[in-house]
């Protein structure tokens, strides 16, 4: 790609047949038009490449994959791009072709009585999720993006969200796929079944591999009855171990009505409350830490209600809840998520800011903090605590912020080193140094630090069965052979 | 192993090196001890083996695999033997030691907050199950092995049951793993965490893949609140759309409280009277199908009996119910019980019958019964249909038994014409002919004519990626290369 005589032979050996297939719709090579494909909307992520290839289906982009195997022509598969860990932008260099699913937008069925929909990898979450309501049914999952993530990527990168206590990952909603493997072969195991064991479930490679191993280009998901009714309400806990036995006590009570579980330092909401708008202080008076909690039930909203106050009166009695408000009306809970939702805007526009996005067991969380908190306080006096989270399945987003004084550069300067001290607590403490967003370029370099070695190379194994020359979606999650990528 | 000498260096290059590691305690050789470990308990699978070899650690274990893999002595991983496809026996030829995990036998820790127990793979599964209810918990993996299957096989194979339908598969109870690999190295992979995105998540390659990728020699088990209330009816349906119809209904109405729905045909019921002593009759009238259906729930039993019966009344309402009965008492609850788990011991007795663990989606069911039974009728005359299971995740025991007359041999001799013609229709409506008890060698065969060229080629390199040498439990599941193994 550095002469013109090699352009002009990747412009006739890739680029050409390419266009071939997918015609002049489905290629873009445009710089200007090339650049929203190139980069990340957070976060920084920026690269390069000889075309952005937008085919109509599975069997084009096949076709597509196939020239890229023949002439070892590497590929960034890209959904909504919408993650934040750079795994769907391509590389500075320019030698990677993107691989969009955005035409790949239609669902192909619903069947009611089986709770499936089959669709394909380019629908938007959001679409998915109101057509499931549009006929009566629930596909749970649940993210900040949903407006514009595709579903493909959120199984490539085994999606999370604020309901994963109840329904769990991208994972558990996915009964079957079909994939564009390395080769272009088409995998066809579209199969709506929650029961086969006909040998080795081969989706569960796919799913989490950020596009590493195939590409996902249509799934099977399992949709879930949907609720009648939530409850919502937002409590005062003096710490996050009290939050802990307030879920511990409510699971007992109501088990898998309990959807969204959220964790929330008090700092949180002082910094929601100075840079968004209608961000309000939800009780009187000020307390450390808040717990966001909604239940579901197909039950009646009376009785939901009924049975969550019930939980917050014993806790209250038993000294876990200091204060709280549950919702009266659908605009008090949206008002109590607007809290919620306002922290991660809050947090960009204070200053620089170190993101986690760790998880630990449930039982950890609060000493995981203490140990985190002093650490971080110990090591760079000053900087500001920021933590909240789903402590529903442990997974806490750790933001701490800079402190009020000194230079923005030091203090930008300084994320490596927070980073390490954050995850070699996590890791101490059994937990994952990235429970949802998965590892994409931004922990590529932490990975070897804290896999062990057998585990990594079970993962390069894998990578080389399905993936031997590394053109699918290389240098993310793993650098092959000591190389680059 | 046929000469003499062959046996001497066996015994010294491979046998003498186990037994140092492991003690005299820890192998037989004895051929009247080993032959609880060379048979299965059903169906007839009957091997031999050198030796079996009971490690008391992941430690041990790992090292004796370290020995059969410099040796290539083929291992059969071992753990209840209580699996009905004779993936858990050795060969008949003697090549293969059986590993057996009975003494790996600890629960090494219950993490209430976190609503996770750690246990070695050859705890028993009832044993778990009564562990979780002495803390107030729930494992919820049930099947009527319980009393002596162990863990790691039910990991191994991925085990179903009755309750799959509200909790999901085995798969979906894990959390982490600790597996030795077929080069002796353990990966220590017992994380307690509900989100973790930090690479490929290896576990899920482990799961289901009935001893041939690794030893499962722990496991992080998720567990669930303890439901304070059942409600249990048979009720009568003309036909199983009746009885999808019945469950579409119920979802919607008391969604995840539905942990069983089991499909039961009316001649299964006569044979279980017929040959099991206090099984009833449930209702006065007889009918040609019936559903047992149990809820379970963290709220009051009348409110859960109430619903219950408001599904019930309006589904008669609907003519989608004919007859039924809400059980009044755990006495009344245990004997419609009584008439679903004596099926499968009644069937044994009333003659030869042709077995088939298969699923579809829940939407095909009553298709799939139609046309499998006048397939069968057609073709084999006389054969009585006879049809159970799993109704709410699309799993059906379809066992049809031989004709009244005929000879039993000859009867005996069409089971794999039998299994070929309801196969076909199984993948023909996209299912799968395994949904539960896996391949083993049971199915080992018919594998190919049900996978797509593509899928067996995956499975052949993620078994080659991690057990180049097939020596972990080779010839079940898929044969490499050609071979028989």
Redesign the interface.
């Known amino acids: 790609m550095t002469t013109t005589s090699s352009t002009t032979s990747f412009a006739a050996s890739v680029l050409d047949p390419i266009r071939a297939i997918v015609g002049e719709r489905g290629i873009i090579t445009d710089p200007g038009t090339m650049q929203p494909f190139m980069e990340s909307w957070r976060d920084g992520w920026v690269g390069r490449s000889p075309a952005v290839v937008l085919p109509d289906s599975a069997q084009a982009l096949a076709a597509v994959v196939r020239i890229c195997a023949e002439t070892r022509t590497p590929i960034v598969p890209q959904g909504g791009n919408t993650g934040l860990t750079g795994a769907s932008q391509p590389h500075a260099d320019g030698s990677e072709i993107v691989l969009s699913t955005n035409r790949l937008n239609r669902i192909r069925e619903i069947?009611?009585?089986?709770?499936?929909m089959t669709v394909e990898a380019g629908c938007i979450l959001a679409n998915i999720q109101n057509a499931a309501r549009d006929v009566?049914r629930l596909f749970p999952m649940s993210l900040a993006a949903e407006g514009s993530c595709q579903i493909g990527g959120n199984i490539a990168?085994?999606a999370?969200g604020v309901q994963?206590?109840r329904y769990?990952?991208m994972?558990?909603l996915v009964a079957g796929l079909e994939v564009v493997?390395p080769d272009g072969?088409?995998?066809?195991?579209l199969?709506?079944?929650?029961?086969?064991?006909?040998?080795?479930?081969?989706k569960?490679?796919f799913?989490?591999?950020e596009g590493t191993l195939g590409i996902v280009t249509a799934a099977v998901l399992k949709l879930?009855?949907?609720?009648r009714a939530t409850a919502t309400a937002l409590v005062a806990v003096s710490s996050p171990s009290d939050a802990?036995?307030l879920?511990?006590r409510a699971?007992?009570?109501?088990?898998?009505?309990i959807i969204t579980f959220e964790l929330i330092q008090r700092f949180c909401i002082d910094i929601a409350r100075r840079h968004v708008p209608d961000v309000p202080d939800p009780l009187n008076d000020v307390y450390p830490w808040y717990v966001l909690v909604e239940l579901a039930?197909?039950?009646s909203g009376e009785r939901l209600a009924g049975?969550l106050e019930g939980i917050l009166e014993a806790a209250m009695e038993a000294g876990e809840v200091l204060d709280g408000v549950v919702a009266a009306s659908k605009a008090q809970a949206d008002s109590l998520w607007r809290i919620r939702e306002g922290i991660p805007e809050g947090q960009k526009r204070e200053g620089v800011s170190y993101k986690h996005d760790v998880?630990?067991?449930?039982?950890?969380v609060a000493l995981f903090l203490d140990r985190a908190n002093a650490a971080l306080e110990r090591e760079f006096p000053g900087i500001r605590p920021f933590s909240f989270g789903?402590l529903?399945?442990?997974?806490i987003h750790y933001n701490p912020i800079q402190g009020e004084d000194g230079d923005p550069a030091e203090w930008k300067a300084r994320l490596g080193a927070v980073n390490a001290i954050v995850h070699d607590i996590v890791v101490d403490l059994?937990?994952?140094?990235?429970?949802?967003?998965?590892?994409g370029r931004l922990?590529i370099d932490e990975?070897p630090r804290?896999?062990?070695p057998?585990?990594l190379d079970?993962?390069v194994?894998?990578k080389?069965?399905?993936d031997p020359h590394n053109i699918m979606n290389p240098g993310k999650?793993?650098r092959l052979n000591g190389n680059a990528r």
Chains 1, 2 share one sequence.
């Open positions: 069947d009611l009585d089986n709770d499936t009566g990168t085994n999370g994963v206590v769990g990952n994972r558990n493997l072969r088409i995998w066809d195991g199969r709506g079944l929650r029961k086969d064991n006909a040998g080795y479930d081969m569960q490679i799913i989490g591999s879930s009855p949907l609720p802990v036995d879920l511990t699971k007992g009570k109501v088990g898998d009505r039930d197909q039950d049975m998880s630990v067991p449930i039982s950890k789903h529903g399945d442990g997974n059994g937990g994952s140094i990235s429970a949802e967003h998965g590892i922990r990975l804290y896999k062990s057998v585990e079970m993962m194994a894998l080389m069965a399905f999650i793993l």
